[in-house]
């Protein structure tokens, strides 16, 4: 079975995609890493990678090709991806939403904990300036979205499971997850 994560930024979807990988023993991929690679291909900074996929379609779709592969050449496995519900759409679609604030507080800590803040985080300072700026990310993004694929990445009815996250803490979160895909594999 293929699982396909998205939701919103600080919601866990990468410690319960990770976590969910882990139990079925499924191969994890993460779009975000594989941004990272792209830009460190070109030489540029992640930073420069996202500016130019808001003028530059042919990134997103670079990208979104690798996904379609991916779906053909292997049945079983996680990906963590905006687009995977719509590009892959027999996976099973899972969305985890966040509140803006406790999204912001979740990115917060985790920058405070991280061992190497990364360029693009530096200048977050607060929980409010991580707000901000997630905000404005998450405003270019649909806006690429819509302007390249016509979709809105946030529509709940896109996916099978929708979990709010903002007051659960994460062994909730992941028996939730777990729960349905337990379904699905049975059915």
């Not at 406790?102 to 061992?115: C, V």
């Not at 190497?116 to 270019?140: C, G, H, V």
Request: hydrophobic content about 30%.
């Amino acid at each position: 079975m293929i699982i396909s994560f998205n939701g919103d930024h600080g919601s866990g979807k990468s410690t319960i995609a990770e976590r969910v990988a882990k139990d079925l023993n499924y191969p994890r991929y993460y779009m975000g890493q594989i941004f990272r690679d792209l830009a460190k291909e070109k030489n540029i900074t992640l930073a420069e990678l996202h500016n130019l996929c808001k003028n530059d379609p042919e990134t997103d779709k670079q990208v979104d090709e690798y996904l379609v592969k991916l779906s053909k050449e292997q049945s079983d496995f996680i990906i963590e991806s905006r687009t995977a519900w719509y590009f892959i759409p027999n996976s099973l679609k899972i969305y985890l939403k966040v509140s803006e604030e406790e999204g912001a507080a979740r990115i917060y800590k985790e920058l405070q904990t991280s061992a190497s803040r990364k360029e693009e985080d530096a200048n977050l300072n607060s929980i409010e300036d991580t707000q901000k700026s997630e905000k404005k990310r998450k405003e270019e993004d649909d806006a690429r979205y819509k302007k390249y694929y016509g979709i809105d990445i946030h529509q709940e009815k896109n996916y099978d499971l929708v979990v709010d996250t903002t007051s659960l803490n994460r062994d909730e979160v992941f028996n939730k997850v777990m729960r349905a895909i337990r379904v699905k594999l049975n059915a």
